[in-house]
């Protein structure tokens, strides 16, 4: 299995930048889909973007089309998601996650939180 580690949330304002990292371990990086979720309070926890594990093909969900880029390092074992033009209703708590291809997310990391202030 995987393990994964975000880091970079916070509080910042709207308009604003923030950065996530997320670092695996264990299985072979390369090989997993990765993906970048979120849950705000009394909602359902939503896909908001993946990047495939062969070739860098990216999707993301409606809110944050444009605004947001995921990216992956392969050889650092690393995933990021570049969030600008942050809105308040992008406060959640952002998880990083693992997949194999053709299955479901199966490794999660504990999650990091955003807060962006109206």
């Known amino acids: 299995q995987v393990q994964l580690v975000e880091s970079g949330g916070g509080l910042v304002q709207a308009g604003g930048s923030l950065r996530l990292s997320c670092a695996a371990s264990g299985r072979i990086f390369s090989t997993f889909i990765m993906g970048w979720f979120r849950q705000a309070p009394g909602k359902e926890r939503e896909l908001v973007a993946r990047?495939?594990?062969?070739?860098?093909?990216?999707w993301y969900g409606g809110p944050v089309k444009g605004r947001f880029t995921i990216s992956r390092d392969n050889a650092l074992d690393m995933v990021y998601l570049e969030m600008n033009n942050l809105k308040p209703e992008d406060t959640a708590v952002y998880y990083c996650?693992?997949?194999?291809?053709?299955?479901?997310?199966?490794?999660w990391g504990q999650g990091t939180q955003v807060t962006v202030s109206s």
């Open positions: 996650a693992a997949a194999r291809p053709g299955f479901a997310y199966s490794a």
């Open positions: 990047i495939r594990e062969n070739d860098g093909d990216t």
